[in-house]
């Protein structure tokens, strides 16, 4: 235990202690109830039963109280100790895990940090009323916390969080939508949000989760998305430094946004794709793709919609006054694997004739006329990496002879070195 204790009575502690199996927590009991100077920062990982027996000391005035962390170490679930904070203390950090707490009282204003794992129920007025007094509020988690509904939020303004860094809601059931209504976020923050259900954030074609930035977009091509049957997440790259956007892990995953993010406002910003796609996934269409007017680099894998996506490719979508228009005309970097049409893997599992086919056609139709030099990025790009995973084994000689049709047709129009086959144990 650190109490960083100091005799003088005028002079603010700090109050550091974590439990170990064995270890009491006497010593700390003491300095609570018989020192009486103020404290400035409170950070106690400890049994459910210690808050209980301190409750008295942390319910004094304490004028200099600005951080607190408390940690109770309860694994059998509610009721948890209760936290009762006086009024008068200027609390900027609040990071609480299995306490509860009397939200009537105090008011927590001015916060900076909060931080609610395992809490009691909140109401959303509540929540809202310390969001909207906490404006410099730069880190806020919600993780396993019941959110009741008030109507009396439910057609206000999203409140606006300008300073926030990192948002992360993670297992708060179906409270999700509700809080991302609830806010309106700088286009820096990091959203993180796990064991949730996508499909019920991506009800509809204008999901709220791409409505609580406002559309502050960077100011060049910078975004990297990726879509997979448990994850959806999105990088942006501002200044040439990687910064992860959105990160959503849970049931049914980011594939259901996929759609809804062609249709944003910064599908244009997209330079970057990755879909993994599960086997539910086949039936959207991969037309929404020709918003993606700036995608540089595309990663693939899963069944029959990849071979649609290569037919999407392959053809010119009509005329503009200086020549052909092509879909993704900037399109430098292709990765392809193919699923078996019995796997629910999104991994390469098959590679058939085919897909050999899709390859060759995509190869010979869009870039045959097009020079190892241009860079015009008005017209069609050169491809310049081309990647396919196969399986280590392939099933027939037909697809052995096919592979080996289409990587001599795809030498012939990118030049060598551009092809590349990977082969998946």
Same mark, same amino acid.
């Given at each position: ?24 927590? %006497? ?14 920062? !409170? ?119 300008? *300073? ?31 064991? !949730? ?13 791409? *409505? ?67 086997? *539910? ?73 085919? *897909? ?13 006329? !097009? ?10 790009? %050169? ?16 697809? !052995? ?9 795809? %030498? ?14």
């Amino acid at each position: 235990m650190e109490t960083a204790a100091r005799k003088s009575k005028n002079i603010p502690l700090a109050i550091i202690y974590q439990y170990s199996l064995g270890t009491s927590w %006497a010593e700390l009991m003491e300095v609570l109830r018989a020192n009486e100077s103020p404290w400035w920062r !409170v950070d106690i990982e400890a049994p459910g039963g210690f808050f209980v027996w301190a409750q008295p000391a942390f319910a004094r005035p304490n004028p200099s109280l600005s951080h607190i962390r408390l940690y109770s170490a309860n694994s059998l679930g509610p009721p948890f100790p209760w936290l009762t904070l006086t009024e008068g203390c200027p609390v900027r950090s609040l990071d609480l895990r299995c306490v509860s707490v009397n939200w009537d009282s105090p008011r927590l204003t001015g916060l900076i940090k909060l931080r609610l794992i395992f809490t009691t129920v909140i109401f959303e007025a509540r929540l809202a009323t310390i969001l909207l007094e906490s404006p410099r509020l730069e880190e806020l988690c919600l993780n396993s916390i019941p959110l009741f509904a008030s109507p009396e939020w439910s057609s206000k303004d999203p409140i606006p969080l300008m *300073h926030l860094q990192s948002l992360h809601l993670e297992a708060i059931g179906s409270s999700f939508n509700r809080i991302l209504t609830l806010l309106r976020l700088p286009s820096s923050t990091s959203i993180k949000m796990e064991h !949730v259900d996508v499909s019920d954030i991506a009800k509809g074609n204008d999901p709220a989760l791409f *409505h609580i930035v406002p559309p502050v977009l960077p100011p060049w091509p910078c975004i990297r998305a990726r879509f997979t049957d448990e994850r959806f997440s999105v990088a942006v790259k501002p200044d040439s430094k990687n910064k992860t956007r959105y990160d959503i892990r849970g049931r049914y995953g980011g594939i259901f946004l996929f759609t809804p993010m062609l249709m944003g406002c910064w599908a244009v910003y997209v330079t970057k794709l990755e879909l993994e796609l599960p086997k *539910h996934f086949e039936d959207v269409s991969v037309y929404g793709m020709e918003r993606l007017s700036n995608l540089e680099s595309l990663k693939i894998s899963g069944g029959s919609w990849v071979t649609h996506a290569l037919s999407y490719l392959s053809h010119p979508q009509g005329l503009e006054p200086d020549g052909i228009c092509w879909p993704n005309p900037r399109l430098i970097s292709l990765n392809l694997a193919f699923r078996s049409v019995q796997s629910y893997s999104a991994v390469g599992t098959s590679f058939l004739p085919a *897909h050999a086919s899709a390859v060759l056609d995509l190869v010979q139709n869009r870039w045959s006329q !097009v020079a190892d030099t241009a860079k015009d990025t008005s017209k069609l790009a %050169a491809l310049s990496s081309l990647v396919l995973r196969i399986p280590g084994e392939l099933n027939d000689a037909d697809s !052995v002879d096919a592979l080996a049709t289409m990587a001599c047709g795809s %030498a012939k129009v990118l030049g060598y070195g551009t092809l590349r086959i990977i082969s998946i144990e």
